[in-house]
């Protein structure tokens, strides 16, 4: 389906010449702007053909948030997760929507993770790989090695 036959579905919902591909700026101005109830409205477009998009369903669960929807906060939690599984935001996002739908140890469970993935980020990959340490950084390729000391 183009940006054209979406647009088509969408005349009587969006601006004249508001196409597809508009949509997510859409969804963050409107949260930005406070008007959860149109975030979700333009984000649930946006999704439904571009349903791996992480930062939209971030998005979107942070609109459920400001209106107090802690049930469709989860959901949109749980599709950042299941889009990003390495995502600390979206386990973070998810622990807090759980807390606020009383299920602690569930809550407490993402919160982990959350920390887990945390910690890997900060460590990097450097610390991550295995094999043998380098004792110096290597040198960029054209740079003279210094002179020797006598």
Same mark, same amino acid.
């Given at each position: 389906m183009s940006d054209l036959d979406l647009c088509a579905d969408y005349v009587d919902i969006l601006p004249h010449g508001f196409c597809?591909?508009? &949509? &997510?700026?859409? /969804? =963050?101005?409107? &949260? !930005?702007?406070?008007?959860?109830?149109? !975030?979700?409205s333009v984000l649930r477009m946006w999704l439904k053909e571009h349903r791996d998009d992480a930062d939209a369903w971030g998005l979107l669960g942070q609109a459920c948030f400001q209106l107090g929807d802690w049930a469709g906060a989860e959901a949109a939690a749980r599709e950042a997760v299941r889009a990003c599984p390495d995502s600390p935001? +979206?386990? =973070?996002? *998810? +622990?807090? +929507? *759980? /807390?606020? &739908?009383d299920r602690g140890e569930e809550a407490e469970e993402a919160l982990q993770r959350a920390a887990e993935l945390e910690r890997a980020v900060s460590l990097g990959p450097v610390a991550q790989r295995s094999g043998p340490k380098l004792s110096a950084p290597p040198r960029p390729v054209g740079n003279p090695a210094p002179a020797p000391r006598r």
């Open positions: 597809m591909r508009d &949509l &997510l700026a859409e /969804g =963050r101005w409107a &949260l !930005t702007e406070r008007r959860p109830a149109h !975030t979700i935001t +979206a386990w =973070r996002n *998810l +622990a807090v +929507a *759980l /807390g606020r &739908l």
